[in-house]
């Protein structure tokens, strides 16, 4: 058989392409695994966006990728130095691990931190962190929104959570829940409050009752609900929207009712007030004292204005000054001396000493010693005066005495108006007839 140079180079050739066609077939599987690699890496990229801080410490496998998610292992960190981590369509969970930006911005829509955050002049968008926020050196501020912090319960379920606190109270146990407490947590004799709704400042205050306040002073406490106290010290209010506005030692017990200062004061009653002084005490409903020392208000809209150790037992009754004087009757006044007594029903008693007007509308305008005892009597002045009878009248003068109805003595010494209608003056005289008068020099 002849050979011609075409019989070698065939097989030649069939061989060469047969092992091309297989290189191109392995180099196609290799193309298409590097453009998968690629497309990774582009993902990758993107998510990181150019951050040439980004450091993964990809030999201990810290981070986790799926496609949509990256997560970062336990005991790994996240550090960006500086530029933009931008989270898409995605979340970025960091479990018992650090997300730590030094001087760049996290932009998320939604940002849920189980575990630790560090964020140094950064800024995120929608944060949900469960567990504890520090801001180190550095201020939290709220522009053109507001700070909402709640115990994740109904407002009236009382927790210790829920509060807004002004300390490093973060070691103390509260009880409290939505409350505002302002004070030294290292203080021998803790602020407290023990209910909801509250705010209380100073030292050593308590509030123990719903929406009770304190704000200021020392020892005080508040244990009544909508009740407050304002810059006291070793005060209560216990009546229910009572207030104690200052002052020493004082008590709001009346539910509504007050007391504006002084030492020692007591507003026991409903709506009762107690505006100053020492030792003070409105025990009547809408009763008031103004201030002096040791005044009593007892009756119901009864006052004491001032003076010392002054009573208005009476309802409606007054007494706006002076000492030890009492007012009884309902509707009685004694407005000053010392020693009176208004007894009867709106009796009065102007000054003077030791004069009592115990009938009904009777009066006693001054002097010392004086009586009236029959309704509708008088004595303007004088001592040792009586008015016993009904409308009459003693003027002046000394030991004199009228009984009769609408008789008048009108003044002189030791004379008597018995007869009703009669008059006397002078010394010494007795008219004891009806319409009888008598005057001598």
């Given at each position: 058989m002849k050979f011609t140079i075409h019989h070698i180079l065939y097989p030649v050739l069939l061989f060469l392409g047969v092992v091309t066609y297989y290189e191109v077939q392995h180099n196609k599987v290799e193309l298409k695994q590097i453009k998968k690699e690629v497309e990774h890496l582009k993902t990758v990229s993107r998510r990181a966006e150019e951050n040439a801080g980004l450091n993964d410490q990809p030999k201990t496998k810290c981070i986790k990728d799926n496609?949509?998610?990256?997560?970062?292992?336990?005991?790994?960190?996240?550090?960006?130095?500086?530029?933009?981590?931008?989270?898409?369509?995605g979340k970025l969970f960091a479990k018992k691990s650090d997300v730590q930006l030094s001087s760049g911005n996290l932009q998320a829509t939604n940002l849920t931190v189980t575990g630790t955050a560090t964020m140094k002049d950064a800024t995120a968008k929608n944060i949900e962190v469960t567990g504890d926020v520090l801001v180190r050196d550095g201020?939290?501020?709220?522009?053109?929104?507001?700070?909402?912090?709640?115990?994740?319960?109904?407002?009236?379920?009382?927790?210790?959570?829920?509060?807004?606190?002004?300390?490093?109270?973060?070691n103390r146990v509260l009880k409290g829940s939505h409350n505002i407490l302002v004070g030294d947590p290292e203080a021998s004799s803790l602020n407290k409050v023990e209910s909801y709704g509250g705010i209380i400042t100073g030292s050593n205050n308590k509030a123990t009752a719903k929406y009770a306040v304190v704000i200021g002073?020392?020892?005080?406490?508040?244990?009544?609900?909508?009740?407050?106290?304002?810059?006291?010290?070793?005060?209560?209010?216990?009546?229910?929207?009572?207030?104690?506005?200052g002052g020493k030692d004082n008590i709001a017990e009346?539910?509504?009712?007050?007391?504006?200062?002084?030492?020692?004061?007591?507003?026991?009653?409903?709506?009762?007030?107690?505006?100053?002084?020492?030792h003070n005490t409105a025990n009547g409903i809408d009763s008031s004292v103004s201030g002096?020392?040791?005044?009593?208000?007892?009756?119901?809209?009864?006052?004491?204005?001032?003076?010392?150790?002054?009573?208005?037992?009476?309802?409606?009754?007054?007494?706006?000054?002076?000492?030890?004087?009492?007012?009884?009757?309902?509707?009685?006044?004694?407005?000053?001396?010392?020693?009176?007594?208004?007894?009867?029903?709106?009796?009065?008693?102007?000054?003077?000493?030791?004069?009592?007007?115990?009938?009904k509308l009777s009066s006693v305008s001054g002097?010392?010693?004086?009586?009236?005892?029959?309704?509708?009597?008088?004595?303007?002045?004088?001592?040792?005066?009586?008015?016993?009878?009904?409308?009459?009248t003693v003027s002046g003068g000394s030991t004199n005495v009228a009984s009769g109805k609408y008789s008048t003595v009108s003044g002189g010494r030791s004379n008597y108006a018995s007869g009703?209608?009669?008059?006397?003056?002078?010394?010494?005289?007795?008219?004891?007839?009806?319409?009888?008068t008598i005057y001598t020099p």
């Open positions: 496609g949509s998610i990256v997560v970062l292992k336990k005991k790994c960190g996240l550090t960006l130095t500086e530029g933009t981590l931008t989270i898409k369509k201020d939290m501020q709220v522009s053109n929104g507001n700070l909402y912090v709640h115990n994740a319960q109904e407002f009236e379920t009382v927790n210790g959570n829920g509060n807004i606190v002004l300390g490093n109270w973060k002073g020392k020892g005080n406490e508040a244990k009544a609900p909508y009740c407050a106290i304002l810059g006291a010290i070793d005060s209560e209010c216990v009546g229910s929207g009572s207030t104690v506005t009346g539910d509504s009712s007050s007391v504006g200062g002084g030492i020692g004061n007591e507003a026991n009653g409903l709506d009762s007030s107690v505006t100053g002084g020492f002096g020392s040791k005044g009593i208000a007892k009756g119901e809209v009864s006052s004491v204005t001032g003076g010392f150790n002054n009573k208005a037992n009476g309802d409606n009754s007054t007494v706006t000054g002076g000492r030890s004087n009492v007012a009884s009757g309902d509707d009685s006044a004694v407005t000053g001396g010392f020693d009176n007594k208004a007894s009867g029903e709106f009796g009065s008693v102007t000054e003077g000493y030791y004069n009592e007007a115990s009938g002097g010392s010693f004086n009586i009236a005892n029959g309704e509708d009597s008088s004595v303007t002045g004088g001592f040792y005066n009586k008015a016993n009878g009904d409308l009459s009703s209608d009669s008059s006397v003056s002078g010394v010494g005289n007795t008219a004891s007839e009806k319409g009888a």
